[in-house]
């Protein structure tokens, strides 16, 4: 009590909980003891708890004399404590601690749950609001990259088109073909120089074959050893429309499924050049794979061919053609 406030009932309150957990130590560490001997110094604590908590009370009124009126109300204060006194103070967590684990200060009471709730509640409000308004952001966002919004006929318009291959001289042993990345248009319609509803335009060279293939989507299958082409004819009347130009032309092609397969792809236009030799990588998926040259000004005189080589490695691989289509670039 000569540490603090004697008078101030919750430091003596305190102190009796630091007294009672002591004793509930002390107990403890003592099995010994049979249960009447516990029982008595915990009454023997309770009582002295009490007697000294009645010192700090205000003296009692003496009793009224028994009137017909409303029983008088007992003052507060601890009663004067009997043999039975049952004065057990509520020991807290931190009162079992040791005097060296006791916290150094006491932090209060914690404020009520309602009102900790009302200060949480802004921070909540706060970050759902900045979560939606991000969402928002970045839909709208998405909606304008995509071109959703764009009428049919423009959404196309402007995109890069898929990566040409280099012209090389075609080596077997200078490895995998590099495709190069240029981005192109089209500056007019696509002509179809093979479509596999005609296959009447084509022309197998060197133990190369040719088969159409009837299936979901018709499309030529071509094998052949390695260096062995498919010849696919472009008519004289499409190369007059294409003279003095700069060309695209587009072969959509897919290699056998589960595998991939490296083709070579030339031209000989006669009087307007040709295309020199390119190489893919093709994969099984049907993709569109482009090449673009110049031709030359004046008259062919003639037809000219695109010949692709299906295998150059020569493993045995099959090269699966959908489509051959030409058209001017910008």
Not at 226 to 252: K, M, Y
């Amino acid at each position: 009590m000569e540490k603090g406030d004697a008078q101030d009932r919750a430091f003596r309150e305190k102190v009796y909980r630091q007294a009672f957990a002591a004793l509930e130590r002390s107990l403890q560490s003592r099995p010994e003891l049979s249960i009447e001997d516990v029982r008595q110094r915990r009454d023997s604590v309770k009582a002295v708890i009490v007697e000294i908590e009645n010192e700090f009370q205000p003296a009692v009124a003496p009793a009224p004399t028994p009137t017909s009126g409303p029983a008088p109300t007992p003052s507060p204060g601890f009663a004067e404590p009997g043999p039975e006194a049952d004065f057990v103070p509520r020991v807290e967590r931190r009162d079992r601690l040791s005097a060296a684990e006791e916290p150094a200060e006491d932090i209060g009471p914690l404020p009520p749950e309602d009102e900790t709730e009302g200060r949480r509640r802004p921070f909540a409000m706060l970050f759902v609001f900045a979560t939606l308004i991000a969402a928002v952001g970045i839909g709208a966002w998405w909606t304008l990259q995509s071109g959703i919004l764009q009428p049919a006929e423009e959404r196309g318009a402007g995109l890069p088109a898929p990566p040409l291959a280099e012209e090389e001289d075609f080596d077997p042993g200078n490895g995998a073909p590099r495709p190069a990345a240029s981005a192109i248009q089209v500056g007019g319609d696509w002509i179809t120089i093979f479509s596999p509803d005609d296959p009447t335009t084509i022309q197998t060279q060197g133990g190369a074959s040719a088969e159409v293939m009837d299936e979901e989507e018709d499309f030529l299958r071509i094998t052949g050893a390695s260096g062995a082409a498919v010849s696919f004819d472009v008519g004289q009347g499409v190369l007059e429309r294409l003279a003095g130009q700069r060309v695209i032309f587009n072969i959509t092609a897919s290699a056998q499924e589960g595998q991939e397969t490296q083709i070579s792809v030339s031209c000989d236009f006669g009087a307007l050049g040709g295309c020199g030799r390119s190489r893919y990588l093709v994969s099984p998926s049907p993709t569109e794979y482009l090449l673009e040259t110049e031709l030359s000004a004046g008259e062919p005189g003639a037809g000219g061919t695109i010949s692709i080589v299906p295998d150059v490695e020569g493993e045995g691989r099959t090269l699966d053609i959908f489509s051959v289509r030409v058209a001017t670039a910008n």
